[in-house]
């Protein structure tokens, strides 16, 4: 109930391509769901998050669409760049549940 | 504001051995959370640390320990060290405790044990 599946484990995406990235859960008490980038070497950094309460997020390039009902969250990187080429993790937490449970990663690679 | 700084940044062990790492939150944050990040499992909790109180831990032996001083800075322990403890170990800190907020991630300290 703690897991966070993830897909696909690779993704290979043309320049200026959209690149889709699929989580789902299990524990309807989750209520934050963050999205991070990781590139080799580095710590992930927070790229954007939505709470359940909205359906759909936008941060430039950057959409998380949130499916209450389903279970499922995706982000949706639009006009892909070699750039955004690094490894992306979706995530979920709780209130009170003082821990995170992360999805086993995405490696992207963007192909100029 | 200076981010979240981790040392050492690499470290070669032997088995058996221990090992302590450490990590300096972002100013004014007083939570602190750590992973441990393999190719094979991903990112997986360690525990987390709230003013110097542990509030939650993951599912790990009890050969791993941690703990948070009064000025937020943390460590953690590994004894008794095996190989499959070769990982990176990542630290996040964050201002508010409970999850469900934003974590902000050290660069992390690759540990290899030999």
């Known amino acids: 109930q703690q897991q966070v599946k993830q897909s696909p484990q690779s993704l290979i995406v043309q320049k200026g391509g959209i690149s889709i990235i699929n989580c789902a859960y299990e524990?309807?008490?989750?209520?934050?769901f963050p999205w991070y980038q990781q590139f080799p070497g580095k710590g992930p950094a927070l790229l954007i998050a939505?709470?359940?309460?909205?359906s759909e997020k936008k941060e430039g390039r950057f959409t998380i669409s949130f499916n209450k009902s389903a279970k499922q969250f995706s982000l949706h990187i639009m006009d892909s760049q070699p750039g955004d080429s690094a490894t992306y993790f979706c995530?979920?937490?709780?209130?009170?549940?003082?821990?995170?449970?992360f999805g086993a990663g995405t490696r992207l690679f963007v192909k100029a | 504001k200076a981010g979240v700084t981790q040392t050492p940044r690499y470290l070669i062990k032997t088995r058996g051995q221990q090992v302590t790492l450490s990590c300096s939150p972002i100013?004014?944050?007083?939570?602190v959370s750590w992973y441990q990040q393999t190719p094979g499992q991903g990112l997986q909790f360690l525990f987390e640390?709230?003013?110097?109180?542990?509030?939650n831990k993951g599912n790990f032996p009890g050969r791993f320990s941690g703990r948070q001083f009064s000025n937020s800075r943390s460590e953690m322990n590994v004894s008794t060290l095996e190989l499959g403890d070769s990982a990176l170990y990542l630290c996040?800190?964050?201002?508010?405790?409970?999850?469900?907020?934003?974590?902000?991630f050290g660069p992390g300290t690759r540990l290899t044990v030999l």
């Open positions: 996040a800190s964050s201002s508010y405790s409970g999850g469900a907020n934003e974590q902000f």
């Open positions: 524990n309807t008490a989750f209520d934050y």
């Open positions: 939505i709470r359940p309460d909205v």
């Open positions: 995530a979920a937490s709780y209130t009170g549940g003082f821990k995170t449970i």
């Open positions: 100013s004014g944050h007083r939570s």
């Open positions: 640390y709230f003013s110097e109180t542990q509030r």
